[in-house]
């Protein structure tokens, strides 16, 4: 018997394209026999609605658009819903380390076909995430696009990096790893459950979403012109090779700032920025179902 899909669809991020790239998968769907219904998010906690109440029906939820991915991915964690990812938003970091095609009758056969496989999320502060936990310049340049009013995209996301790294001073960071502590200066710490975040950044090659482990990446102090050769590595992930960078692995992560009192930190989670250190990062090993290479 065909799947019976709901598609939770944010026309707002990736703009019109997020509605229209469904249109072919829809019609293969369909054509399959599959049921499908389309609902449109006023925004990410009404996506989350939406995907609770699909779950309730007992419908493979869909969702497409950045940041909507992590949203309704985190709703259905720990149900028995079936998720799928349409990699039609500007990012598409979950789906590209899940290995979904972008190509309709390729993805169609995916959700109509392929195998439902457990993969992890995290729980950071009590939110669910799918992709990476992130504090440092990352996230004031996620803090800067978020408020481009001109640019959108990996432009915005560019000139937000330019802009956070130009005003940058270390912060002195308290990482703790199962216990154990780290303190070091720099630039960023990321936790990350998928390998990629930004945009197609390679952050955590080595990661995996179904080890129950988190890849914590520590980017120590550099001077600004290494930093910018760290980054032109990013795509790659081959800046884990340098000597300002380690890998730590772990379940649980707390991240704080250790310096003097008075300077604050966002930290951000798939493209969101739900607060300022400090956070804890914690693995939810098995959390979700999704179709997915």
């Known amino acids: 018997m065909p799947r019976a899909f709901t598609a939770i669809v944010n026309p707002a991020a990736g703009g019109s394209a997020s509605a229209a790239s469904l249109v072919p998968l829809a019609r293969a769907l369909r054509d399959a026999g599959a049921d499908l219904a389309v609902e449109y998010s006023r925004g990410l906690p009404h996506a989350a609605d939406l995907a609770r109440h699909a779950a309730a029906e007992d419908a493979s939820s869909s969702a497409s658009a950045r940041r909507q991915v992590g949203c309704v991915g985190g709703a259905l964690a720990g149900t028995d819903a079936l998720f799928g990812i349409v990699p039609a938003g500007r990012g598409n970091d979950f789906a ?5 095609p972008a190509d309709p009758a390729a993805l169609a056969r995916l959700l109509l076909d392929g195998e439902p496989r457990a993969v992890d999320a995290i729980k950071a502060d009590g939110t669910t995430v799918l992709g990476s936990v992130y504090a440092g310049v990352d996230a ?25 790294i130009a005003a940058w001073r270390p912060a002195d960071y308290r990482v703790t790893v199962d216990g154990a502590e780290h303190r070091f200066r720099g630039y960023s710490v990321i936790a990350a459950n998928s390998g990629y975040y930004g945009f197609n950044k390679h952050i955590a090659p080595d990661a995996r979403v179904d080890d129950g482990l988190l890849d914590v990446v520590l980017i120590r102090s550099a001077p600004k012109p290494l930093f910018f050769a760290v980054m032109r590595e990013l795509e790659a992930g081959t800046h884990v090779r340098r000597p300002q960078v380690e890998v730590l692995r772990g379940r649980e992560v707390r991240i704080e700032l250790a310096g003097p009192p008075g300077r604050t930190l966002p930290y951000g989670a798939d493209g969101e920025l739900p607060g300022t250190l400090p956070v804890t990062a914690r693995v939810l090993p098995g959390a979700l179902r999704v179709v997915g290479l």
């Not at 590209?96 to 979904?100: A, I, T």
């Not at 978020?146 to 802009?163: D, K």
């Open 140 to 164: 004031v340049a996620n803090a800067n696009a978020n408020r481009s009013r001109v640019l959108r995209g990996s432009a915005a996301y560019y000139a937000g990096a330019l802009r956070a």
């Open 96 to 100: 590209r380390q899940l290995g979904v």
